[in-house]
């Protein structure tokens, strides 16, 4: 169900609409490029005897879903990990004997934290052990474009060329916010809403081919900002406004860190309220909890930081925009 933006109901502004909104610090030293290393303390006091699994653990503030895990999800997290990062379709779990529902919420925290997997479709399947129900084995589809070690290698390629490139600029800022600021920006301006748009659940469908949907917004605004030295969460929830949520309601966007605090953005619906406008304007970039309407966090998120932060709300930072609460929608014709 496509659904438009209207403009705030005021004297000073004219009425435009656009269809379709969601389908399914200041000054701190460059940290370079974003690092996906782990270190190797383990929560776990028990040690691994012969022939076990021995997990790596991952920062907890680069990756919050892997710290709301169980200690038995966090094997299996880590496990996923390792093999995907260098190409596997299918591998053995049986080391890690994990159960189909907590394979089910490790590959959703993978996902969630690690954008740069960007050729993982949403497809699997395992095989497992029917005396105990454990997990023997786990394949993955990878996208057509990377199907093969030859392809997903040149999709790599292409991929960190593209990031590097945006990257340039937003690494010229001085400031963090500035930086977000110019990622948000660039995405805006070079990515076209569409549901049709291949890949659109990864960061690819935006970074390289400019198509995509709220997830493809998020997932490469949090790539983005990871590699620009900002630390950016991504956030799977729902819209909650029935003019606005669509069939199911599904949505994602994102969370930042700047100067000790949570920020909420939503790079889509900036770019959807700019389109409306005819101009750049940034309802919902940088707004805490109380401020960022008509979302709302499921499952896994749950669990990330509240966002109380309001020191970089566009308007209380840069200037003058349109506010949240000062727009409408309605269905589309």
Not at 93 to 115: G, R, Y
Not at 218 to 242: I, K
Not at 297 to 308: D, F, G, I, N
Request: hydrophobic content about 35%; overall charge negative; aromatic content about 14%.
């Amino acid at each position: 169900m496509k659904k438009r933006l209207v403009k705030l109901v005021s004297v000073l502004l004219m009425l435009a609409v656009v269809s379709g909104l969601c389908a399914c610090l200041d000054d701190f030293d460059d940290y370079g490029d974003y690092g996906y290393g782990y270190d190797d303390e383990s929560d776990d006091p028990t040690k691994a005897t012969e022939g076990t699994y021995i997990r790596s653990n991952f920062n907890a503030d680069q990756y919050p879903y892997f710290a709301v895990l169980g200690s038995k999800e966090k094997d299996i997290y880590s496990l996923l990990y390792e093999e995907l990062s260098k190409g596997s379709q299918k591998f053995d779990c049986k080391k890690v004997k994990a159960s189909a529902e907590q394979l089910t919420k490790a590959i959703d925290a993978v996902l969630n934290d690690h954008p740069e997997l960007f050729w993982i479709d949403n497809q699997y399947e395992y095989t497992y052990d029917p005396d105990d129900g454990s997990i023997e084995d786990v394949s993955f589809d990878f996208f057509d474009f990377a199907n093969t070690p030859d392809k997903l290698h040149d999709a790599k390629v292409a991929f960190e060329k593209a990031a590097d490139n945006i990257l340039d600029g937003a690494r010229s800022q001085p400031f963090m916010v500035e930086r977000e600021r110019a990622i948000h920006d660039y995405i805006c301006k070079n990515t076209t809403y569409d549901e049709s748009a291949p890949y659109n659940q990864s960061a690819y469908s935006v970074i390289v081919l400019h198509r995509s949907v709220c997830a493809g917004y998020s997932r490469a605004f949090q790539y983005l900002m990871n590699r620009a030295g900002l630390t950016c969460y991504y956030v799977p929830g729902t819209t909650t406004d029935s003019s606005i949520a669509g069939e199911d309601g599904a949505h994602a966007w994102n969370i930042v860190y700047l100067d000790g605090e949570y920020y909420n953005v939503d790079v889509l619906w900036d770019d959807t309220a700019s389109e409306t406008y005819g101009e750049d304007v940034y309802p919902f970039f940088n707004l805490s909890d109380s401020a960022f309407l008509y979302h709302a966090r499921v499952e896994l998120a749950l669990s990330l930081p509240k966002c109380t932060g309001t020191k970089y709300k566009y308007s209380n930072y840069f200037g003058k925009t349109v506010e949240a609460e000062d727009l409408v929608f309605e269905d589309a014709a």
